[in-house]
Nanobody, 127 residues
């Protein structure tokens, strides 16, 4: 599976962006998908995840209520709608795929759960 993230950019605080992650391959619909981010000088952290069916979603506390993860299996794409953006959301955002397809509260948050990673897209939120 190859993942291509896009949609990053510069936005003012309070604004919105939608990130997309397009996947190659015919097995996308069986993969759970996640978004992680890495701010300058910090470790990569979990943002959101979604099960293969879209029936289960998981969010970091820092983005709950502001970000929404969704997927369109017909388009082999997962999205991250980011609203009410804050300067602390500034980071490179990475999408990742988990071939097992099923996530738990803990596994969704672990980088080691995911088998494939995209190249990242930069989100900059100005104050």
């Amino acid at each position: 599976v190859q993942l291509q993230a896009s949609g990053g950019g510069l936005v003012q605080a309070g604004g919105s962006l939608r990130l997309s992650c397009a996947a190659s391959g015919r097995t996308f619909s069986s993969y759970a998908m996640g978004w992680f981010r890495q701010a300058p000088g910090k470790e990569r952290e979990f943002v959101a995840a979604i099960s293969w069916s879209g029936g289960s979603t998981y969010y970091a506390d820092s983005v709950k209520g502001r970000f929404t993860i969704s997927r369109d299996n017909a388009k082999n794409t997962v999205y991250l709608q980011m609203n009410s953006l804050k300067p602390e959301d500034t980071a490179v955002y990475y999408c990742a795929a988990d071939s097992y397809g099923v996530l738990t509260y803990n596994s969704a948050r672990s980088e080691y759960e995911y088998d494939y990673w995209g190249q990242g897209t930069l989100v900059t939120v100005s104050s």
